[in-house]
C-alpha cells in the first residue's frame, strides 16, 4: 500500500495524524519518487521531477534526490516548456514504463495553477504525469510549508525515515 492509498483509506473519525505519522507518510513519497528518479547503473536516464525553482531543486537534493531535476523557471513561456519536456522525456519512461516525469509544484495556489496548466497541456499530448509525490505532501507537510523550499529545514528528520522506505518498498 503506497502512501496516497494510506491517505485515502484512512477515515475522518480517527482524528488528524501526528507529525510523525504524517513525516512516515511523506517519507514513504519520497522514497517511491527518488527510486523513479535515481539514474540506473546501465547509464540510461533516471525520471525527472520538475519543479518551479532553483530554491526547489536544492531542497529535493538535501532530501536525497540524485537524479534529474527540471526547472520550469528558466525564462521560456509554457509552449516552449510542454514542447521541451515533450521532445526530451517522451511519453513514457523507458526505464518503468510509467509516466516521464513526476510533477511537484508547490501547493499553494500558484503552485496549483501551475501544476493544473503542465498537467493539462502535457496530457493533451498523451504524456501522463506522475503526481503522487505532490498529493502526498500536500495532506502531510501542509503544517510544515506550502513550497518545496520550504522543506529544506526538514531534510535532517526525514532523510532517515526515507532511507528505512528504501528496505519496505
Known amino acids: 500500500m503506497g502512501a496516497s492509498d494510506w491517505l ?4 475522518k473519525s480517527s482524528g488528524p495524524p501526528t507529525r510523525e505519522a504524517r513525516f512516515n507518510l511523506a517519507a514513504r513519497a519520497f522514497a517511491e519518487s527518488q527510486l523513479r528518479n535515481r539514474i540506473p547503473s546501465d547509464g540510461g536516464a533516471g525520471c525527472p521531477i520538475v519543479v518551479e525553482g532553483k530554491r526547489d531543486k536544492e531542497a529535493l537534493r538535501a532530501l536525497g534526490f540524485e537524479g534529474p531535476i527540471e526547472l520550469i523557471n528558466r525564462g521560456w513561456d509554457r509552449s516552449r516548456l510542454v514542447a521541451y519536456f515533450y521532445d526530451t522525456y517522451g511519453t513514457r ?3 518503468d514504463g510509467g509516466p516521464p516525469l513526476i510533477l511537484l509544484m508547490d ?3 500558484t503552485g496549483g495553477r501551475i501544476q493544473t496548466t503542465l498537467r493539462d497541456r502535457l496530457n493533451s499530448l498523451d504524456v501522463p504525469i506522475d503526481e503522487n509525490l505532490r498529493k502526498v505532501l500536500l495532506r502531510t507537510m501542509k503544517p510544515e510549508g506550502k513550497t518545496v523550499e520550504a522543506l529544506a529545514p526538514f531534510a535532517k528528520a526525514l532523510r532517515p525515515l526515507i ?5 519496505r518498498i
Open 8 to 11: 485515502q483509506d484512512r477515515t
Open 93 to 95: 519512461n523507458t526505464i
Open 107 to 109: 501547493w499553494d495556489r
Open 163 to 167: 532511507e528505512d522506505q528504501f528496505d
